[in-house]
């Protein structure tokens, strides 16, 4: 809108000095004219009828000037109009342009609430039906741990049987092996209990309601004897756990002081072993030396060889001769006394005492 109008206000201005400067033209003009005419007195007549024709034309220019600066103005104006209705319109269209987005957002805001609302309904239902699938299997969990702990209970009052379990083998040792029970293990929650109630035994209520002061005195009095004696029994037993710790370290040194020496230590096999299985009695296999060490043997294979080589010492045993003979028919079994066998003959080199220790020469 400034703009048009400073255009406007030039356009006036320019107009209005050269219809001024016109005039001082003609007004010169017209001084000059009379003083020519003055000095020209012969010929003043021809003079004022130039004058005239000069005057008259000037009038007619200005005029002419005049009007086509109407008409210049007129058609600036009908254009100067013509474009503020346009810019008017534009405004216009712009505003309701805007108002209409502005709708269209309040409008969209308004659906994506209502959509953020029903994911954010939906979502929680969601987590609420895992919560409570979540509950409900902790308490079938928590249900079923309780019945098979009262079965156990139950079953543990009602056997009066041993808890261990006796494997006898032909030939072999007797074993006994002891019935492991399954350890039961408490729950949180049954934790949490129980904390809950040493806590409420052990922590007493005030019960200040209504005392006076002296009662006051003497009750924070006694409340202060209680954490005086507290604090000394705690002191008592971590001086206690200390000694006792620095008790089991100095004994725990001084056997690993008397487990060092020269002498390597035996490791007493704990795996069954085949040829004690076989043979009752045997003693459990002593390992000299781990499995994984690179030279499992320090002696020598002329020390190794001598151990195969020299006297062994066996012991005989006398026979025991059957006392009845049993013997199986179509009719059964008959029993009957046992034929006699005649002792065997002695072997050369052995003595005829069989129950001494023999040296034989093993080659």
């Known amino acids: 809108m400034e703009e048009p109008l400073a255009r406007t206000t030039t356009i006036t201005v320019t107009t209005t000095i050269t219809m001024m400067t ?25 003079c004022d009828e130039s004058i005239s024709e000069v005057r008259l034309k000037m009038e007619e220019d200005a005029r002419k000037r005049k009007e086509r600066a109407e008409e210049e103005w007129r058609e600036y104006e009908e254009i100067r109009r013509a474009e503020r209705e346009k810019e008017e319109e534009e405004i216009r269209q712009l505003r309701e342009r805007r108002e209409r987005r502005k709708k269209e957002r309040a409008e969209e805001e308004a659906r ?93 209520p005030l019960q200040i309601d209504g005392l006076k002061g002296e009662q006051l005195r003497a009750k924070a009095k006694e409340l202060n004897d209680i954490i005086l004696r507290l604090e000394g029994d705690k002191y008592d037993l971590e001086q206690r756990f200390s000694r006792q710790s620095y008790d089991m370290q100095e004994l725990a040194e001084r056997a690993r002081q008397m487990n060092k020496g020269d002498k390597r230590g035996t490791k007493v096999q704990n795996t069954p072993d085949p040829l004690a299985a076989k043979i009752s009695g045997l003693p459990p296999k002593i390992s000299m030396y781990s499995e994984y060490e690179r030279v499992k043997d320090h002696r020598s294979f002329s020390e190794r060889q001598g151990v195969f080589s020299g006297p062994l010492f066996v012991e005989r045993y006398e026979r025991i001769e059957p006392k009845v003979h049993v013997v199986m028919t179509e009719d059964g079994f008959q029993v009957g006394d046992a034929p006699q066998h005649p002792p065997p003959p002695p072997e050369p080199g052995v003595p005829a005492e069989p129950t001494e220790p023999v040296a034989v020469t093993a080659e």
């Open 22 to 46: 016109e005039c001082a033209k003609t007004t010169w003009v017209t001084t000059r004219c009379w003083t020519l005419t003055r000095a020209l007195s012969p010929s003043v007549a021809a």
């Open 112 to 204: 994506m609430a209502e959509a953020r609302a029903i994911e954010e309904q939906k979502r929680r239902a969601e987590e609420e039906e895992r919560t409570r699938k979540k509950r409900e299997e902790e308490q079938r969990k928590r249900e079923e741990r309780e019945r098979k702990r009262a079965e156990f209970a139950e079953k543990s009052k009602l056997t009066t049987r041993r808890n261990f379990v006796i494997n006898k083998k032909a030939g072999s040792v007797e074993q006994v092996e002891e019935v492991k029970h399954e350890e039961v293990q408490k729950s949180k929650e049954q934790l949490e209990a129980e904390r809950k109630a040493i806590l409420e035994q052990r922590i007493q």
